[in-house]
C-alpha cells in the first residue's frame, strides 16, 4: 500500500543530518530532530508497482549544506529500508529542493 512506502520512507528520513523539513511531515531544531508524529507521510509521493517503488519527496535543507551529499544520504536511508522492510525495489528517488 502507499500509505505503508510513505510511512517506512518519513521514519526512515527522521534522522537525516541536514535535513529540516520533507514539506512539513516532520520538523528538526538545529540541536535534536523531532518526529512529527501526527503525519510523517506529508510530502512523500510514491507509485508502488508489484515489485519496484518511484519516490518523490519535497524538502528543505540546512542552510550551507551540501545538497548532493544531502541527496546521497536520502536516497541510501530510502533504499536501504524500503528493501528490508517491503522487499520492493527503489528505482526512482526525486528531489525537489524547496
Known amino acids: ?15 537525516v543530518k ?13 540541536a ?3 518526529v512529527n508524529s501526527d503525519d510523517v507521510t506529508s510530502g512523500i509521493d510514491v507509485e508502488v508497482g508489484k515489485q519496484q517503488v518511484a519516490v518523490d519527496l519535497e524538502i528543505v535543507a540546512e542552510y ?5 551529499k544531502l541527496y546521497d544520504q536520502i536516497k541510501t536511508k530510502i533504499v536501504d529500508q524500503v528493501k528490508k522492510m517491503t522487499d520492493l525495489n ?6 525537489k529542493v524547496v
Open 1 to 15: 500500500d502507499d500509505k505503508v512506502v510513505q510511512k517506512i520512507i518519513g521514519l526512515a528520513l527522521a534522522n
Open 18 to 30: 541536514g535535513l529540516l523539513t520533507v514539506n512539513g511531515g516532520f520538523f528538526s531544531n538545529l
Open 32 to 34: 535534536d530532530k523531532i
Open 64 to 68: 550551507d549544506i551540501d545538497i548532493s
Open 90 to 95: 527503489v528505482i526512482e528517488v526525486n528531489v
